[in-house]
């Protein structure tokens, strides 16, 4: 049997170019090995942490999984779900959380980056550690308790494998150590995932080359299904520097080394091979020759995805047909899960 290879996205708007390097580009990479059976789900249980509109939520369901499909996922190849319809999902989760001490959750990097993130950055650096407490207690739990439905996530299917960055890995680890803790106590039961780490490049605000890229900066953001005169418009009004040497220098030429990084990441050739391509041209070329490049580079997809959003039944029975294949792994899985700790007879 082919170890299981597990990962999701949260519906929480569309995808950027960050993403699909990070996430989806890397999701069908392995789906097409043909090394793992794969399992890719939309994360819609995790989205709730961003408290959404529920119509939003609803859209974006659909619009991840036209993502998923566009960009070359295949239900005949990987099992494609939607996480919040697997009930024993939430059994596990439950179980789990009786093996996770609270200071473990709190001391989380990922939950105390989203906990700041209601902070003003010019105010961060004041904040007192009783300041910080009563930040923390009034945090919706979700933030906290997300890292245990990530583990539950992982071990429900007995995922051997997970691909991630590097922002990540804290929380893989988290899931390691709750396996672990499981087959300590009630004896041999999950196997301890293990990382497959995403090269993915950081990739920066086209607006502001210091802080990275988000969907919550648009004008700095180039989307995936963006338009290409969007893609054109944006790269045209891209930071740069005042000088014209085409050289990656993230410190001194953020703006320029970002734009490269892109190129690197869409291209696959690695950034020396992407400057040598550049050697002699203005910024005003360089900027055009990348804004056709990445707008060429996704054309298929919109095509396909726009097609894939005219009939959103079609989308919504492949992840129908997919929650059944993963509820029925989960649920053989829970029934033996139950029986280890002593829950059924």
């Known amino acids: 049997m082919k170890p299981v290879l597990i990962s999701g996205i949260q519906p929480s708007g569309k995808l950027h170019i960050g993403n699909y390097l ?3 580009k890397n999701f069908v990479d392995l789906q097409n090995s043909n090394k793992y059976e794969c399992f890719f789900f939309v994360a819609d249980l995790h989205a709730l942490t ?3 509109n529920a119509k939003d939520l609803s859209r974006n369901i659909i619009n991840l999984a036209a993502d998923f499909l566009a960009a070359g996922l295949d239900p005949q190849k990987s099992i494609i779900f939607q996480q919040s319809q697997i009930e024993s999902l939430q059994e596990l989760k439950w179980i789990l959380s009786t093996l996770t001490p609270i200071s473990e959750l709190m001391r989380m990097t990922a939950f105390k980056e989203k906990v700041l993130q209601a902070v003003k950055p010019t105010e961060r650096e004041k904040i007192t ?12 739990f979700g933030l906290a308790e997300y890292p245990i439905l990530m583990a539950a996530d992982i071990l429900i299917y007995n995922g051997e494998f997970v691909p991630v960055g590097n922002d990540q890995l804290q929380h893989l680890e988290f899931t390691r150590t709750l396996a672990r803790k499981f087959n300590n106590k009630f004896g041999q039961t999950f196997i301890e995932p293990r990382a497959l780490i995403t090269s993915t490049p950081r990739l920066m605000s086209l607006d502001n080359p210091h802080k990275k890229m988000s ?7 180039i989307f995936i299904d963006d338009s290409p005169e969007d893609i054109e418009q944006k790269i045209k009004t891209a930071v740069t520097d ?12 953020p703006g320029i080394s970002n734009l490269l990084e ?5 291209s696959g050739k690695n950034i020396t091979e992407v400057e040598k391509s550049f050697a002699g041209k203005n910024y005003g070329e360089i900027k055009k020759s990348i804004a056709s490049f990445i707008s060429n580079y996704f054309d298929l997809f919109r095509n396909k995805k726009s097609a894939l959003l005219q009939k959103p039944d079609a989308l919504k029975k492949v992840l129908s047909a997919g929650s059944k294949q993963a509820k029925k792994i989960a649920s053989k899985n829970i029934d033996q899960i139950k029986e280890k700790i002593g829950l059924k007879s």
């Open 242 to 253: 005042s000088e014209s040497e085409v050289k990656y220098d993230p410190e001194n030429k």
């Open 22 to 24: 990070g996430a989806l």
């Open 262 to 266: 892109i190129m690197s990441g869409l």
């Open 129 to 140: 550690k009783r300041g910080f407490k009563k930040i923390v207690e009034e945090t919706n």
């Open 50 to 52: 961003e408290n959404p």
């Open 215 to 221: 969907k919550s900066q648009p004008i700095g953001c």
